[in-house]
């Protein structure tokens, strides 16, 4: 099955200075590649994908590049404010009718004001 | 709209009791999913449903059975619960590919 691993496990940035987390993937035909950010106390929310056809995917100041040969896949953002300090997690998926996804152990990111 | 809904949010238990967490979604959604999160560990797939009807197992199904009731439903029963199984426990649906998450159920068992 597939197997995804994720580093780092804590990271601490300036408030303004940029963060990138990274991820490999062990299953080459694995086609869908989610971040989700999770808060204290809640559930994992999504907040950029990308796809296997595309080699990077921007929103606003966060940005998601993949490369299918290397089999990785990075989250950066730019401009960090405190509030985006939560745990971060990259997932990859096989794809089928139910998109079962694997996800990476979880990155926590801290905003330093 | 409410999402993805789960209850209880919060529940101890002791070693051998069993219990249901029941999930709802108003997104018309075909799939559902259940996962446990245990520190350090990410989010670990226990069962999911494809589509009303079906279900299958994931990467940690031992110790859980799972029921989708009709295609807003699918609960997930401890019926021995044990200390092992302590974990917050997130629900899921999705459309193609997409998945959204309740906002979880944290689970003691003493």
């Known amino acids: 099955g597939e197997n995804v691993e994720q580093h780092p496990s804590t990271l601490s940035v300036q408030e303004g200075d940029s963060a990138v987390i990274k991820c490999t993937y062990s299953d080459s035909a694995s086609n869908y590649f989610p971040w989700y950010k999770q808060e204290l106390g809640k559930g994992p929310q999504l907040i950029i994908d990308i796809r296997s056809n595309v080699g990077e995917k921007k929103d606003q100041r966060i940005a998601v590049t993949l490369n299918k040969t290397a089999k990785h896949f990075s989250l950066h953002i730019t401009e960090t404010q405190p509030e985006d300090s939560a745990v971060y997690f990259c997932?990859?998926?096989?794809?089928?009718?139910?998109?079962?996804?694997?996800f990476g152990s979880g990155t926590q990111l801290t905003v330093l004001p | 709209n409410a999402g993805v809904t789960q209850t209880p949010k919060f529940q101890v238990l002791k070693t051998g009791q069993s219990m249901t967490l029941q999930c709802a979604q108003d997104?018309?959604?075909?799939?559902m999913y259940w996962y446990r999160q245990d520190p350090g560990m990410g989010l670990r797939l226990i069962y999911y449903s494809a589509s009303e009807g079906t279900t299958d197992k994931g990467e940690v199904p031992n110790g859980y059975n799972v029921s989708r009731l009709n295609k807003r439903e699918f609960s997930l029963r401890l019926e021995s619960a044990a200390p092992s199984q302590t974990s917050v426990y997130f629900c899921a649906s999705s459309d193609l590919e997409t998945q959204y998450f309740g906002p979880g159920t944290r689970l003691l068992v003493l």
């Open positions: 997104m018309n959604h075909n799939s």
């Open positions: 997932a990859g998926s096989l794809g089928g009718s139910a998109r079962q996804l694997t």
